[in-house]
């Protein structure tokens, strides 16, 4: 029997690393809520539409096809966007734009529908507590700014995005608040998640500390 498993937390904490090592590991599909909630962000900006604009950013939705390959590349109307979307100023807009009850309507029912036949591993803000309140195993993934922020700066380098520590570091901090001050959905552990502090672990621990959350036949 497959299952569904919710990973919550704030940016940079980790989520989408581990859900997709996770999912390799398990056969499950991996989910990055995050990065639809970014291609709304990017699309926006490419249309020209003003952020302030909720029903404006929420109805370019209905034109937008996002889709995911087996490296976890996001592909928005089959535009490769995967760094686009990463980039500080589209992190920024996304936080604004994912506070919008109409933006967040239409991508939780798209990320409903996709989970509906279970073996989902989903990356989110609002996915154990909103999208999959009856998901099987939920976990609440947190760390310490200061991990969070080495860790994306060390990715964006990685992956040749232009980065300041100092901003990135800011950056999380304010998303923080935005995230889990925002009235509709705000960032916040369901009370059944299992927290796991993850500032001191490495990958593998995390992973395994989650398996180990699993029914044997998973
Ligand atoms: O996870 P990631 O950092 O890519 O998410 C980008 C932004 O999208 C978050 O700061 C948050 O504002 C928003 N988000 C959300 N709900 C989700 C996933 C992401 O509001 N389920």
């Known amino acids: 029997m497959k299952f569904n498993i919710a990973i919550d937390g704030p940016s940079a904490a980790g989520k989408s690393t ?10 499950y599909a991996h989910l990055d809520t995050g990065a639809m909630y970014r291609c709304v ?21 209905d034109a937008m096809q996002i889709h995911f390959d ?26 604004k734009i994912s ?28 996915i154990g507590t909103v999208v999959l309140p009856n ?33 990135i570091y800011k950056d999380i901090e304010q998303r923080d608040y935005q995230d ?8 916040k552990k369901a009370d059944d998640a299992v927290e796991i502090d993850t500032s001191d672990m490495s990958i593998e621990e995390v992973v395994n500390t989650i398996r180990r959350l699993l029914p044997a036949e998973v």
Do not use: C, W
Request: no cysteine; proline share 2%.
């Open 70 to 95: 087996a490296q976890g590349n996001v592909y928005l109307n089959d535009e490769n966007v995967s760094n686009e979307i990463r980039k500080n100023e589209i992190s920024m807009l996304t936080s």
């Open 41 to 61: 962000a990017y699309f926006s900006k490419l249309k020209d539409v003003s952020f302030d604009d909720e029903e404006k950013v929420a109805s370019l939705i």
């Open 135 to 167: 998901a099987e195993i939920k976990v609440y993934m947190v760390a310490s700014v200061k991990a969070r922020a080495d860790r994306r700066y060390k990715e964006y380098v990685e992956k040749q995005i232009e980065a300041d520590y100092d901003t």
């Open 18 to 27: 581990i859900a997709k090592k996770l999912a390799k590991e398990l056969g």
């Open 99 to 126: 506070a919008y009850p109409a933006v967040r309507e239409k991508l939780v029912a798209m990320q409903q529908k996709m989970a509906e036949h279970k073996g989902y591993i989903m990356d989110g803000r609002d």
């Open 180 to 187: 889990m001050n925002r009235k509709t959905s705000p960032l």
